[in-house]
Structure formats: structure tokens, C-alpha cells
């Protein structure tokens, strides 16, 4: 069996004369929980579409656990979920009633009771079974689409901006879930967003798309060593700091910005630069390790 179940080749959708999407190749591995990362207006939403078989692509195509997508659409579908956006409910019903409907949709049958109770205590939402989904938090009616989505047993995912509009409360309810369905459940996520501060905390590989393409993919691990060793000072006065930082050996890639330094040094050789600076009568406010995935995002789009 493949390790790759989501595997897309120059995936792309035009309207008209514009690319919302163009020559996005993506590869997902079973256990990911895979980040689709870009700006609002990136093209996420569409490449989701025309993963989910939702829209029709105008290029390349789409290969679900080993089955092309257009030519054996039932059975590559058969174990993938998506919810797209935001899920919809019947605000007056409550939120078993919910998953009967949305189960007897999706399954061609009413799940039992006991599928339905098992599924809801995945997400956190047993005890609120018979409350009325009007009565819901917007981070509750998150967990409850994922609930629907999770009643036909998928194997993947697909979770377009899950936390867009959350609480931090939330957000964290939500973070933690998927990581529950990835590490209990064995069930990949496929995770789109453009808060990469949630992103950073429970994804294992990544995308980044920008203006409709692709710009990289990999493990997030292996990326985010590409700003490894970066610091940022911020410090007075920066024309002494600049040279001292010059002339030592331990220092490289020095950039200087309207508050402070920014330069790569290996974490070993920090508190011996910082002497150096205190001994040149530099005031050092802060030193801040700079290799997250916001600026390793922040550094890609703007290349791109």
C-alpha cells in the first residue's frame, strides 16, 4: 500500500483570464497532518474544490488513495471527508438530530445511536447531544461539522480554515481535536489555513501556496531549518552593534532594520556575542530566536 493517498499533478482552475489556481503538485502521506498554507485569496478554497471533485479542474489531475479521481470517482472518494469553509446546520434542531440527517446523507442510511454518541464524544460534544445547535459556540458547531464529517469513517480529512473566526478557546479545542483524530484515530488531516501560529503546532508537512501557485512543500522539520540559527537583537546604537557583530567570526548573514540586527548564529556561540556587545557598551532590549513558520512563510511570499 502507498504511503502517498493525496497525490495532485499541475492541479489548476481558470476563470476566465485568471488562474485562481495553477500547477499546484501536491503529496500527502498517510498520518500527515499536511498544512496548506497561504494568504487569503491564495487559491486554498479552490484547490480543495477540485480535490473534493466539488468543481472541475481546467488542468492536470487528482489521485485519491491509488484511484484517479475522474475516471474512478466513487472509489477514490470513498474514505475521504471535507467540510469547505464552514459547515451548515439546522440551527433549531439539535445536534443529534443534526448527525441523523447529515449520516442518513452521506451513509444512505440513519447511523445508530451508538455511532452517533461515539462520534460526537470524539469531538467533545456528548453532553450537548440533545441541546439545540442554535445554542452552540462557533468553535462547537466547528466540532460539530467535523463530527458529521467523521460518521462515514474517513481515513482523510479536509478541513478548509477551520479556526477562521475562533476565540483562542476555540482555536485550542479545535487544535486539539485534530491532533486527537491524527494520533487515536490514525486518520490524516489535511489542514488549510492562513494562521500559521495554529498551523505550526500540529502540522508535520506542508504546502505553501501564494497567488494561486505553488511555492514549496516539504516537512515542516526540514523547512523551518532553513531559517535555523537566525537572531534578531534589538538594540542601541545599531551602527556599533552592526560592527562589532562584523568582526566576529561566529557571525554571519548580518541585516540591519529600523530597530535592530538580525544575523545567523549558531545557538552555542549566542551568549559570547551578547558579552561582546555588552563590553561595546551596546543596550540590548531583547534577542529573540527567529525561526518560525511565520517567518519562513513571511520570507517565501515575498520572494514569490
Known amino acids: 500500500m502507498s504511503d502517498i493517498i493525496l497525490r495532485t499533478t499541475d492541479l489548476g482552475k481558470q476563470y476566465k483570464n485568471r488562474w485562481a489556481a495553477q500547477a499546484i503538485d501536491l503529496e500527502v502521506h498517510r498520518g500527515d497532518v499536511f498544512g496548506f498554507l497561504g494568504p487569503n485569496g491564495a487559491g ?18 487528482v ?25 451548515d ?13 447529515a449520516g442518513s446523507l452521506t451513509l444512505g442510511k440513519t447511523p445508530a445511536e ?23 459556540s462557533h468553535g462547537m458547531k466547528q466540532r460539530l461539522g467535523i463530527a458529521q464529517a467523521l460518521l462515514c ?31 487515536e484515530k490514525g486518520i490524516t488531516v489535511f489542514l488549510s489555513s492562513h ?19 505553488m511555492i514549496v512543500q516539504g516537512s515542516v522539520e526540514e523547512l523551518l531549518k532553513a531559517n535555523a540559527n537566525k537572531v534578531f537583537f534589538k538594540l542601541l546604537p545599531l551602527k556599533r552593534a552592526a560592527l562589532i557583530l562584523d568582526s566576529l567570526k ?3 548573514a548580518i541585516e540591519m532594520t529600523d530597530d535592530g540586527i538580525m544575523a545567523k548564529i549558531d545557538p552555542k556561540y549566542v551568549p559570547s556575542v551578547i558579552n561582546k556587545l555588552v563590553n561595546a557598551k551596546c543596550k540590548i532590549f531583547s534577542v529573540e530566536p527567529k525561526h518560525s513558520l511565520e ?5 517565501k511570499t515575498t520572494e514569490s
Not at 474517513?154 to 486527537?180: A, F, H, S, Y
Open 44 to 61: 486554498k478554497s479552490t484547490s480543495i474544490r477540485m480535490i473534493l471533485s466539488l468543481i472541475t479542474p481546467t488542468t492536470g489531475r
Open 63 to 87: 489521485e485519491l488513495f491509488g484511484y484517479d479521481l475522474f475516471n474512478r470517482r466513487e472509489q477514490a472518494l470513498q474514505n475521504v471527508a471535507g467540510i469547505v469553509e464552514k459547515p
Open 89 to 101: 446546520f439546522y440551527l433549531y434542531l439539535s445536534a443529534y438530530r443534526n448527525m441523523q440527517i
Open 114 to 136: 451508538k455511532k452517533i454518541m461515539e462520534t460526537l464524544e470524539i469531538v467533545g460534544l456528548a453532553g450537548r447531544a440533545r441541546d439545540k445547535v442554535k445554542t452552540f
Open 153 to 183: 469513517d474517513p481515513q482523510l480529512i479536509m478541513l478548509d480554515e477551520p479556526t477562521n473566526g475562533l476565540d483562542p478557546q476555540g482555536m485550542k479545542e479545535v487544535r486539539e481535536l485534530i491532533q486527537r483524530l491524527t494520533t
Open 195 to 213: 494562521l500559521l501560529n495554529e498551523v505550526e503546532q500540529v502540522a508535520t508537512r506542508m504546502a505553501i501556496i501564494n497567488k494561486g501557485k
Open 250 to 252: 561566529t557571525v554571519s
Open 295 to 299: 517567518d519562513y512563510f513571511l520570507e
